[in-house]
């Protein structure tokens, strides 16, 4: 059978199991054979980086540069990517067309030397490459030993097992979708380890304009999903959020009525301001950029100097 959509994504286990959902949801909207799909892996900088943290090799775009470049080059149809890892500013062309149904948005702890992070010895390692959970295991236990995590999940499995790290940060999302639920030993609370805005869920980017594959993906896409990422996107996007800046924030619709919680903290876990707001559903982007507004004045202008 001819192909009929080639869906574009990184080249590791947890990026392909995405793809792999993302295809699995078009066949069974559309009665379609597996044929009919190509999934075509793309290597990304952000996978060939591994010796320094995104925030100084050029954050988020890292991991979506050379996919939307074959996405504009019509090498490919569609993109498939974690949410949390998109940029707030799109190329020309592209944007996020579907949202697939989110899954947990909690940080999981996995523990080698203890099972939670309060029960780790005192200045134990615990490794992570991002800044908002580096931060947030700070402002828990400022006398632990953060070091930076580079790589998949399986490879920051292995650094454990290696003895690098006593624990690490995964997203539990990420585990789940690789069957690797049983390596968790405790899950993160969503009000004290508030997850990356976008977490936990997928999104499918494609061409503005391009009917055919937007004909296929409306039958896919999960409304109050989408709406929960306009929310959180117009927060970090007003906050100029990147790699660079500890920024949480996640969103919640119940019979149309969004709860949105968002926290800025500063790198060494010592100073943090949180917001949370109502509204309708409808008004996602809205509230987003209304929740950012309020936390900056709250921090002021000088809160974020030196971030960078």
Do not use: Y
Request: glycine share 10%.
């Amino acid at each position: 059978m001819q192909t009929i959509l080639r869906i574009g994504t990184r080249g590791s286990p947890l990026a392909l199991a995405q793809a792999h959902e993302t295809q699995a949801r078009l066949m069974a909207a559309h009665g379609l054979p597996a044929a009919a799909f190509e999934v075509v892996v793309i290597s990304t900088s952000g996978d060939r980086i591994q010796d320094r943290p995104l925030s100084e090799a050029g954050g988020k775009g890292l991991f979506t540069k050379e996919i939307e470049e074959a996405l504009l080059a019509r090498r490919i149809d569609i993109a498939v990517h974690s949410s949390k890892d998109m940029p707030t500013q799109l190329p020309d062309g592209l944007e996020l067309s579907a949202f697939l149904p989110r899954e947990d948005a909690r940080d999981a702890f996995v523990g080698r030397a203890a099972k939670t992070i309060a029960d780790l010895p005192q200045g134990a390692k615990v490794g992570s490459s991002s800044l908002r959970r580096q931060a947030l295991i700070r402002r828990m236990r400022p006398d632990l030993d953060v070091v930076m995590f580079r790589g998949n999940v399986q490879t920051r499995l292995r650094k454990l097992d290696e003895g690098v790290a006593a624990g690490t940060i995964l997203a539990h999302a990420g585990l789940k979708r690789l069957g690797l639920d049983h390596v968790i030993t405790d899950l993160m609370p969503l009000d004290i380890f508030p997850p990356a805005p976008g977490q936990g869920a997928i999104c499918i980017e494609s061409r503005i304009g391009d009917g055919d594959a937007g004909k296929m993906l409306v039958a896919i896409h999960d409304v109050p999903t989408g709406q929960a990422l306009a929310c959180e996107r117009a927060f970090l996007a007003a906050l100029d959020g990147s790699c660079r800046t500890p920024i949480a924030g996640h969103a919640v619709i119940e019979a149309e009525l969004l709860s949105f919680a968002g926290l800025i903290i500063s790198p060494d876990g010592t100073q943090s301001h949180t917001v949370e707001l109502q509204g309708p559903a409808r008004d996602a982007a809205r509230i987003g950029a209304e929740a950012a507004g309020t936390v900056r004045a709250k921090a002021g202008e000088k809160f974020f100097d030196g971030w960078a």
